[in-house]
């Protein structure tokens, strides 16, 4: 059964790490020092996302580094593609009615 990507996302430090991993692979020590969270929990977070197929693992002797894996998030992308045109249109309507209160 495929994982909840949505879900997987929803979580603030996942996108927290998945936003780290865009600057370039990561150990698990660096990406844990970022956050008042144990190691323990990061890592629990990073399992989460590498079976959501967002990070992808790479052993390097004692250490395990993460990278990002956008093909996962492409597929999010383009599921929300659809709506930017409509958040475009309720912004640019939103405009225009402020504009029209303010006299410009």
Avoid at 8 to 37: I, Y
Avoid at 47 to 76: C, D, K, M, Q
């Amino acid at each position: 059964m495929p994982t909840d990507v949505f879900g997987v996302l929803a979580n603030p430090v996942r996108r927290k790490l998945l936003e780290t991993l865009r600057e370039g692979p990561r150990s698990t020590g660096e990406l844990a020092g970022m956050f008042e969270l144990g190691r323990p929990a990061v890592s629990e977070h990073l399992a989460v996302l590498r079976t959501a197929g967002l990070v992808r693992e790479e052993p390097r002797g004692r250490h395990r580094f993460y990278h990002l894996e956008p093909a996962r998030l492409a597929e999010v992308g383009e599921w929300l593609h659809p709506f930017e045109h409509y958040w475009k249109q309720r912004l640019d309507a939103l405009s225009d009615l402020l504009d029209e209160e303010n006299g410009t």
